[in-house]
């Protein structure tokens, strides 16, 4: 870009320089050199302080490499390109795959993207961990996403790998160890009252009550799937992985609450445009319906399924039943319901039992015995 100085001693040529106008008029002028951040100039072009802006621009530092680009072998940005091109990958599901790749992406714009993988060790994956400590699940998270690349590197079949050094890794404590919070019964019946039957407001909540399933499958659920007086489906959330299917009996206050409800034909919620909801648009109007009952604002769809597994667990349901109703693959879900409720049930009968002891509620005291006296028996 040629320039006239601003003393009018003549003209001076600018390499990499570049004017650029925005849509409102406004001429803006850029340093942009292939494989660097393009750099706005802020000072007068001619001036001393542009040519000393120029200066501090071209000795900048390149441009961090485009993810898509591809990387040198061997770095921890390689393996995790091969990764992402693997079947393994691409089984996982969508949502999955998004935030997985979201969070090995991330590790790779930073300093360690082009180091070699086989040096990395588990205190490297403790600071990678550590740098996100303020918030618990993004930290476990990036711990769990490099346990899973690495998990994939070391199968025989890819032989990236060695050692996995997330696996020893620890997580962190998380701040909200309970997850999303449960509904009380005094909530359920607040929205119960607000949303009475007949309403798509009571079949949406009566659906996740009765049935115990997440967003994404409460929006698939229809007439179509009904079968002997039961709700045939397969879950969404892992069915890549391995597929749940459920048979579950249409209880008594489910089958009145669809049967009073208007419904679509293919599913039963449907939109205003009788479409079905998405998941994200489902959960909003859900959240929605929740204001208008009053009930706690941190109240969620995914609380309700929750609620659901509470009262199974209060009315006696074992562990085993719970797994099966709920697709849980881990006792330790289940155990936290049965826990839980065992314990309420033991406590409350030893709070009766304290307040309302049964036996030997009178004891005959003996007769004294004076201090230092010896007690005899009297003859007959």
């Known amino acids: 870009m040629k320039i006239r100085l601003r003393d009018g001693s003549g003209w001076r040529a600018y390499k990499h320089v570049v004017e650029d106008a925005d849509r409102h008029g406004n001429v803006r002028v850029y340093l942009r050199r292939k494989g660097f951040p393009k750099v706005r100039l802020l000072a007068t072009p001619g001036t001393e302080a542009f040519d000393q802006e120029y200066r501090d621009a071209l000795a900048g530092t390149p441009a961090k490499p485009s993810p898509k680009t591809p990387a040198a072998p061997a770095t921890l940005r390689w393996?995790?390109?091969?990764?992402?091109?693997?079947?393994?990958?691409r089984a996982?599901?969508?949502?999955?795959?998004?935030?997985?790749?979201?969070?090995?992406?991330?590790?790779?714009?930073?300093?360690?993207?082009?180091?070699?993988?086989?040096?990395?060790?588990p205190s490297d994956v403790a600071k990678i961990r550590d740098e996100k400590a303020g918030f618990p699940e993004a930290a476990n998270a990036r711990v769990k996403a490099l346990r899973r690349l690495f998990d994939w590197a070391c199968d025989e079949e890819n032989a990236h790998a060695k050692t996995n050094p997330a696996k020893s890794v620890k997580y962190l404590p998380s701040n909200n160890p309970d997850g999303f919070k449960l509904w009380s019964e005094e909530d359920v019946a607040k929205y119960e009252a607000r949303h009475p039957i007949g309403t798509k407001?009571?079949?949406?909540?009566?659906?996740?009550?009765?049935?115990?399933v997440r967003r994404s499958d409460v929006v698939r659920l229809g007439p179509q799937m009904e079968q002997?007086?039961?709700?045939?489906?397969?879950e969404t959330k892992g069915r890549a992985r391995q597929r749940k299917a459920h048979k579950i009996p249409i209880v008594p206050e489910l089958r009145a609450s669809i049967d009073a409800a208007p419904t679509g034909h293919l599913v039963y919620l449907v939109t205003e445009h009788g479409k079905?909801?998405?998941?994200?648009g489902f959960g909003n109007w859900f959240k929605k319906r929740c204001r208008e009952a009053g009930v706690d604002p941190e109240l969620s769809a995914h609380g309700v399924r929750k609620t659901s597994a509470t009262r199974g667990a209060e009315d006696g349901a074992s562990e085993k039943q719970l797994m099966a109703m709920y697709g849980w693959t881990n006792p330790k879900q289940a155990a936290h319901y049965t826990k839980g409720?065992?314990?309420e049930r033991l406590e409350a009968e030893a709070a009766e039992k304290i307040a309302r002891p049964k036996g030997n509620e009178k004891v005959p005291l003996s007769e004294p015995v004076a201090s230092g006296g010896t007690s005899r028996r009297k003859k007959a």
């Open 79 to 89: 393996l995790c390109q091969q990764y992402f091109g693997s079947a393994v990958f």
């Open 92 to 121: 996982l599901g969508t949502s999955t795959r998004a935030a997985r790749r979201g969070i090995l992406e991330g590790i790779c714009k930073t300093a360690r993207g082009p180091l070699p993988y086989a040096l990395m060790r």
């Open 201 to 212: 407001a009571r079949l949406a909540l009566d659906l996740m009550l009765y049935v115990g």
């Open 228 to 234: 002997a007086g039961k709700l045939c489906f397969t």
């Open 276 to 280: 079905p909801h998405s998941v994200k």
């Open 341 to 343: 409720a065992d314990r």
